[in-house]
């Protein structure tokens, strides 16, 4: 391989050094398993089927499932060639240009930070509901919570999040089975209702076209799957850890979240099916379960929690590898005595307790708008894990290298990159379509604009002269 080529990378991985690599393989998968499995599945697809509509809704996720694995195998690609806790940042940086990476961090970090807002702010809604103390206040609880368990060492981080993501599987696999017993009548004193509700209003009530406009809040529910490239920064042996956790991660996220729609979406109906309350609560109230409702919920603040836990340390780290690269203040690069961005850890916690505005305004439609917000960041940050893996095997074999020396390869390339990233962008498309999700847009097109004029102005002229001075002193050196 290219020499240039090859000192571009290592010299990437040794920028981005100086984090604990505590992560453990059964640490990195369940992190990313918790960062997806969250108030996108538990809260938000009572929307996805409201919207349309049972059986139009578990398409959506499928579909949305196999995006999610093409995107997957090309930030496993990246992500072993190149550990680093920038992801696919860095990578864009490298392979695409400065410019998108810059965005792409920025889009990652407020999609981040939002989110952590989301999962406290479902989490309060949900105590609410049960103890009628303001969300408000339940947001600030659960906020320290989630600020500690982040200051602490990644091996801590990693396990409270091991332990938080086995509750969720644990709920999901007993909804599925409680779900399909009852709609076979075996449990709960009804008669076997099976499908029914999937034919009540016809098979696509609200017409086919209503899949594309679900997309958005199937890809938010999706999220959180690329924080397996930036957990790679702080994981032991990652040539080995990323391909088993990708694959594994792919296949039963897939599977828990089409499973649990078949069942949800033919137990409740899908026009009374919302974001107030747990739609997976009402499978088990329809079951007979005691106390069903109360256990539900309190597993899906859980859930919240735990999602919210993997975003701050995610969203962290972002801030942390652009700050090393010189795309953000330098002193978010400052690590604390348990080698954790401490002052981007803090900012992050900061501009997510924004969420408060949701116990100002009506919470459970400025909820709707966040997703929204953070579902199309999260596509436009997919879109560019695609088209950087494309540049990267593109750059790789026109400096020398040999795809087979690649120790986790994309398949069907450049099928599977140019169909990832042609997919979301018509997500992106459909958005357009829906008057209640339309607000992405309005909040999303000037912020990408701010940035990249700021990057332009002010950024890339300081990189330039940080990168003179470096190779002033190199030159000095020798």
């Given at each position: 391989m290219n020499e240039k080529f090859n000192g571009k990378i290592e010299q990437a991985i040794a920028q981005q050094s100086g984090l604990d690599r505590g992560m453990k393989s059964r640490h990195l998968f369940m992190i990313t398993l918790g960062g997806v499995i969250g108030t996108?599945?538990?809260?938000?697809?009572g929307s996805t089927i409201n919207q349309a509509g049972p059986l139009g809704s578990v398409i959506a996720y499928m579909i949305g499932g196999f995006i999610m694995y093409m995107v997957m195998m090309c930030l496993g690609e990246l992500a072993v060639a190149?550990?680093?806790?920038?992801?696919?940042?860095?990578?864009?940086?490298m392979f695409i240009s400065p410019s998108i990476g810059y965005l792409l961090g920025w889009l990652f970090w407020l999609n981040g930070a939002t989110t952590i807002g989301i999962d406290l702010v479902a989490a309060g809604m949900l105590l609410n509901n049960l103890t009628g103390i303001s969300e408000w206040i339940w947001v600030l609880i659960f906020g320290g919570v989630l600020f500690a368990l982040n200051s602490l060492r990644v091996g801590v981080f990693g396990e409270s999040e091991f332990w938080f993501a086995g509750i969720k599987v644990a709920a999901i696999i007993a909804c599925i089975i409680v779900g399909g017993l009852s709609m076979m009548g075996y449990i709960g004193g009804h008669e076997p209702i099976g499908f029914n509700n999937y034919f009540t209003d016809g098979i696509f009530p609200n017409g086919v076209g209503a899949i594309l406009i679900a997309m958005l809040t199937v890809a938010f529910a999706f999220n959180g799957t690329e924080i397996i490239g930036i957990a790679a920064g702080?994981?032991?042996?990652?040539?080995?850890?990323?391909?088993?956790?990708?694959?594994?991660?792919?296949?039963?996220?897939?599977?828990?979240?089409?499973?649990?729609?078949?069942?949800?979406?033919?137990?409740?109906p899908w026009r009374e099916a919302g974001v107030k309350d747990s739609i997976f609560a009402e499978v088990f109230q329809y079951a007979g379960i005691p106390g069903a409702y109360t256990i539900m919920t309190l597993v899906v603040i859980t859930s919240a929690l735990s999602c919210g836990n993997s975003w701050a340390y995610s969203a962290t780290r972002i801030l942390w590898a652009m700050s090393k690269d010189g795309m953000a203040p330098s002193a978010l690069s400052k690590l604390n005595s348990h080698q954790v961005p401490m002052n981007a850890l803090i900012l992050t916690m900061a501009v997510s307790g924004m969420s408060l505005l949701c116990s100002v305004f009506a919470a459970d439609t400025v909820y709707l708008w966040l997703i929204s917000i953070c579902g199309l960041a999260g596509v436009l940050g997919w879109m560019g894990i695609c088209a950087?893996?494309?540049?990267?095997r593109k750059q790789f074999v026109g400096n020398g290298g040999n795809v087979e020396n690649l120790k986790y390869k994309v398949p069907l390339f450049p099928l599977v990159p140019a169909l990832g990233f042609f997919l979301n962008a018509l997500i992106v498309i459909g958005l357009w379509f829906d008057d209640?999700?339309?607000?992405?847009?309005?909040?999303?097109?000037?912020?990408?604009?701010?940035?990249?004029?700021?990057?332009?102005?002010?950024?890339?002229?300081?990189?330039?002269l940080i990168q003179m001075e470096k190779a002033e002193r190199t030159d000095n050196q020798a």
């Amino acid at each position: 391989m290219n020499e240039k080529f090859n000192g571009k990378i290592e010299q990437a991985i040794a920028q981005q050094s100086g984090l604990d690599r505590g992560m453990k393989s059964r640490h990195l998968f369940m992190i990313t398993l918790g960062g997806v499995i969250g108030t996108g599945l538990f809260l938000a697809s009572g929307s996805t089927i409201n919207q349309a509509g049972p059986l139009g809704s578990v398409i959506a996720y499928m579909i949305g499932g196999f995006i999610m694995y093409m995107v997957m195998m090309c930030l496993g690609e990246l992500a072993v060639a190149m550990p680093v806790s920038g992801a696919f940042q860095t990578y864009a940086s490298m392979f695409i240009s400065p410019s998108i990476g810059y965005l792409l961090g920025w889009l990652f970090w407020l999609n981040g930070a939002t989110t952590i807002g989301i999962d406290l702010v479902a989490a309060g809604m949900l105590l609410n509901n049960l103890t009628g103390i303001s969300e408000w206040i339940w947001v600030l609880i659960f906020g320290g919570v989630l600020f500690a368990l982040n200051s602490l060492r990644v091996g801590v981080f990693g396990e409270s999040e091991f332990w938080f993501a086995g509750i969720k599987v644990a709920a999901i696999i007993a909804c599925i089975i409680v779900g399909g017993l009852s709609m076979m009548g075996y449990i709960g004193g009804h008669e076997p209702i099976g499908f029914n509700n999937y034919f009540t209003d016809g098979i696509f009530p609200n017409g086919v076209g209503a899949i594309l406009i679900a997309m958005l809040t199937v890809a938010f529910a999706f999220n959180g799957t690329e924080i397996i490239g930036i957990a790679a920064g702080e994981s032991q042996n990652p040539e080995k850890t990323i391909p088993k956790a990708v694959n594994a991660t792919a296949f039963r996220t897939l599977l828990f979240y089409v499973l649990s729609m078949i069942v949800v979406a033919a137990i409740v109906p899908w026009r009374e099916a919302g974001v107030k309350d747990s739609i997976f609560a009402e499978v088990f109230q329809y079951a007979g379960i005691p106390g069903a409702y109360t256990i539900m919920t309190l597993v899906v603040i859980t859930s919240a929690l735990s999602c919210g836990n993997s975003w701050a340390y995610s969203a962290t780290r972002i801030l942390w590898a652009m700050s090393k690269d010189g795309m953000a203040p330098s002193a978010l690069s400052k690590l604390n005595s348990h080698q954790v961005p401490m002052n981007a850890l803090i900012l992050t916690m900061a501009v997510s307790g924004m969420s408060l505005l949701c116990s100002v305004f009506a919470a459970d439609t400025v909820y709707l708008w966040l997703i929204s917000i953070c579902g199309l960041a999260g596509v436009l940050g997919w879109m560019g894990i695609c088209a950087s893996q494309y540049c990267f095997r593109k750059q790789f074999v026109g400096n020398g290298g040999n795809v087979e020396n690649l120790k986790y390869k994309v398949p069907l390339f450049p099928l599977v990159p140019a169909l990832g990233f042609f997919l979301n962008a018509l997500i992106v498309i459909g958005l357009w379509f829906d008057d209640s999700q339309r607000i992405a847009i309005y909040a999303s097109v000037p912020f990408i604009i701010i940035v990249m004029i700021y990057y332009y102005k002010v950024v890339s002229p300081r990189r330039g002269l940080i990168q003179m001075e470096k190779a002033e002193r190199t030159d000095n050196q020798a």
